[in-house]
């Protein structure tokens, strides 16, 4: 009784498997470009935190530009306080430009393009990052 137990879990992990090679998995979306919205949606002023690919949006003074939403320490998921970004994994601290304040991060968060389209449409490069000086004016 107890063979035909170990016979049953063998074969339903051979067929999961048969199953898998048959039938990869679904592909994580690997769209380089993020369609935010339009121009008009982002007042001046404002900033938009895109959590299904972690970047952070703004619309400062200066332009549009976006930020990685990623910790440089170890990856974790920053959060937005009133003074800049903060890492709950380890206590880094980056200021609102991303450049580490305190903590064990020593390189600044990333910066990606941004590009405003001819119909007035916002998008961010995730596979172009820049320095923070160049930024999409608006």
Known sequence: MVSQGVWALCLGGIALAAERFIRPPRRQDLTRRLAVGSLGQLPPG???????????LFHGPQGLYALSGRCTHLGCSVLRTPTGFSCPCHGARFDLAGTPTSGPASTPLTWYRVVVDPQRRVWVHLDEPIDPGTMTRS
Do not use: E, G, M
């Open 46 to 56: 404002s900033s938009k935190h895109l959590k299904h690919r972690d970047v952070y």
